[in-house]
């Protein structure tokens, strides 16, 4: 298996890579004090073409594989994991869903802003009672009787991630007893509220929230539940490369920390346990990463991703927790503390076993998978 971009792509993620050194990682502290990405962000992410990779250039995007993409949310988790798993889901759920389900009216209104960053997007499926377990969406949309396409939505949402910054949520809601579908819902509107934001203990510069509709008004976009959340898949993908570039970044710290740190006379490095630490995480990163470009690379040649997607996310979400784990353990009581990146690491590597599908879904989406 050859990993490979073509030159425009490995250029692209160049001034990407530039772009997490220089005003990424040093402002991650900030980001997560402050509880915000500033408001500045946007702009530059949509002149760096991060808000667009999965769109078409025809349609004023990227047009990027999605081994690109892959690589570009795993190269900023490197600096920030919490803008990676923005841009995975803002790329991947919310850009992708206007531009492969919606209308030619919607492509054209939405597109171009989203495009430079002026429309910021979410993505909204989880309710109170309803996250894994999808089919539970109480939200109900009914049509606008002087409106064709358009319909009043009412329910509540949660954990929508940035979803406080949002000008424009895609999000499913119920047509009926037994019908699901999706939603173009702008949020300035009255029927639209902000009731909550949710503090998390990771990934804490992400605006997540819970939010209320009463009779807000939404855009149905023409597809099915089943075709919405289809794009879960490459999504997965995207928080799988999120889950690499923590425990890449987590690894290559404990490394660094264990060549200077000295106990007993010795280097760190140089004990037996530390160096198995250092092994494990090595070769698990190692298979992870392969994992995701496999996964990507079947993407890009139209292949069924379903399996390998879950796969990837799963094994690489894990992976992050227990190098960031490790990467804590080696750092002793040092990375328990704010002065070092280690704790932030491995607070912000759970998410990744939590969002686009837990660990338990994706090990039932891959047993089903390999059972039928």
Not at 185 to 193: A, K, L, N, R
Not at 263 to 291: G, H, K, P, T, Y
Request: net charge negative; charged share 25%; aromatic share 6%.
């Amino acid at each position: 298996m050859i990993f490979q971009l073509c030159p425009e792509e490995t250029a692209f993620l160049d001034r990407v890579r530039d772009f997490v050194n220089q005003e990424v990682l040093p402002n991650t502290r900030e980001w997560e004090t402050n509880t915000a990405f500033p408001s500045d962000i946007w702009p530059k992410l949509g002149a760096l073409g991060l808000l667009s990779m999965t769109v078409a250039k025809e349609n004023g995007g990227m047009g990027l594989s999605c081994s690109a993409y892959v690589e570009a949310c795993r190269e900023l988790a490197k600096g920030d994991p919490a803008l990676s798993m923005n841009i995975a889901a803002i790329n991947a759920l919310c850009a992708a869903h206007v531009e492969i389900f919606g209308s030619p009216e919607q492509r054209t209104q939405y597109l171009a802003g989203i495009v430079k960053g002026d429309i910021k997007l979410a993505w909204g499926l989880t309710e109170p009672d309803a996250g894994s377990d999808a089919r539970r969406v109480r939200s109900t949309a009914t049509p606008i009787a002087d409106r064709p396409g358009y319909f009043h939505l009412n329910g509540e949402k949660m954990f929508i991630t940035n979803g406080g910054n949002a000008d424009l949520i895609i999000l499913i809601a119920r047509t009926s007893e037994t019908e699901l579908s999706a939603f173009l819902m702008e949020t300035d509107q009255p029927g639209f509220t902000l009731t909550d934001r949710i503090h998390t203990t990771g990934v804490r510069a992400s605006n997540t929230v819970r939010f209320k509709m009463e009779n807000a008004i939404g855009w149905h976009t023409p597809c099915t539940f089943e075709q919405a959340i289809s794009l879960l898949y490459r999504g997965r993908l995207g928080i799988a490369a999120m889950a690499v570039g923590i425990a890449e970044k987590a690894h290559e710290i404990a490394v660094e920390y264990s060549k200077k740190r000295e106990q007993f006379n010795r280097r760190l490095c140089d004990m037996q346990s530390v160096q198995n630490m250092i092994a494990d995480s090595a070769m698990e990163i190692e298979a992870a990463r392969l994992l995701l470009h496999k996964g990507a690379m079947m993407y890009d040649r139209g292949e069924n991703i379903t399996l390998i997607s879950s796969m990837a996310k799963l094994y690489a979400s894990e992976t992050a927790n227990r190098a960031t784990n490790r990467g804590i353990q080696i750092h002793g009581g040092r990375g328990m503390t704010f002065e070092f990146l280690a704790e932030k690491l491995w607070r912000d590597a759970k998410l990744t076993e939590i969002g686009e599908g837990c660990s338990e879904i994706q090990r039932l989406v891959i047993s089903k998978q390999v059972l039928k």
